[in-house]
């Protein structure tokens, strides 16, 4: 069977009408052709709480800085109202669903990332523990992932790129795709690039074409081809039509890195 990460932001979850759509379309394909799992982000969720604690969101090239107030705000938000919000969607849609996070059977262990900045508890996965997934699917469920993870007995907060990459590169995913609320990585004039590899993605991000969260985004992405992945997708959403076509090869309308 086809084995398919698929990792949705933050930004496109909270829209309820493309995220019902998104939901229905990946519930419909065949479970005795596709072995999936979805990895999600929550970021404007986590604004909205963490205003709840009067600390003004910081970030450093699209990561977070990440209090221990912080921490427990955006592992209650991802692990909890994000994650368990999606697994209703599926379940709705006929789709057997389990949500667990990176903390769940050490799926993914984290050490302090280090960085001429401190970014507080956020981690960098040094070890992923894809067993839990594997189990899943051998029992029929369909896994959906919040990126916080496990390190030193503590809660660490990862990118949801980061983690889908890592996941995606540790399972040997057939087909690794980011639906974002961009349409794909776009150049100077605001279109789309078809496709990219690391010389192109590093040039870019010098020259302050690619900035902010796609950093992570495009970075993270080309680690995973430089452990095994063919290719990565990172595409918008328009319709159920264009994403299964994206997932069989059969199309692309948004970026592919290789």
């Known amino acids: 069977m086809k084995k398919v990460v698929i990792k949705i932001g933050g930004s496109f979850a909270v829209d309820e009408g493309k995220l019902s759509d998104f939901v229905a379309a990946v519930s419909s394909l065949p479970r005795d052709e596709y072995r999936l799992c979805i990895v999600h982000g929550g970021g404007k969720d ?16 699209g990561l977070r800085v990440t209090t221990p107030n912080i921490m427990k705000m955006v592992e209650m938000t991802l692990s909890g109202h994000v994650n368990k919000k999606l697994v209703r969607l599926f379940l709705d849609n006929s789709c057997p669903a389990i949500g667990i996070s ?126 095994g992945l063919k290719s990565i997708h990172i595409v918008g959403w328009k319709d159920a039509e264009h994403l299964k076509k994206q997932i069989n090869g059969d199309l692309n309308y948004g970026t592919i890195l290789q």
């Open 102 to 227: 990176g903390v769940d059977g050490a799926l993914f262990e984290v050490e302090k990332r280090k960085s001429e900045h401190d970014l507080g508890l956020v981690g960098d996965i040094c070890k992923v523990n894809p067993k839990i997934v594997h189990d899943l699917w051998n029992a029929g469920w369909t896994s959906i992932i919040s990126p916080i993870s496990l390190g030193a007995g503590l809660s660490w907060n990862v990118n949801a790129d980061t983690a889908a990459s890592e996941l995606a590169a540790a399972l040997e995913a057939d087909q690794f795709i980011l639906v974002s609320d961009v349409p794909g990585v776009l150049d100077i004039n605001k279109k789309v690039m078809a496709n990219l590899d690391e010389v192109a993605v590093e040039r870019l991000i010098a020259e302050g074409v690619i900035s902010g969260g796609m950093i992570p985004k495009v970075r993270e992405s080309i680690k995973s081809l430089r452990r």
């Open 46 to 61: 986590i604004n909205e709480n963490i205003a709840l604690l009067s600390e003004k969101p910081t970030f450093i090239e």
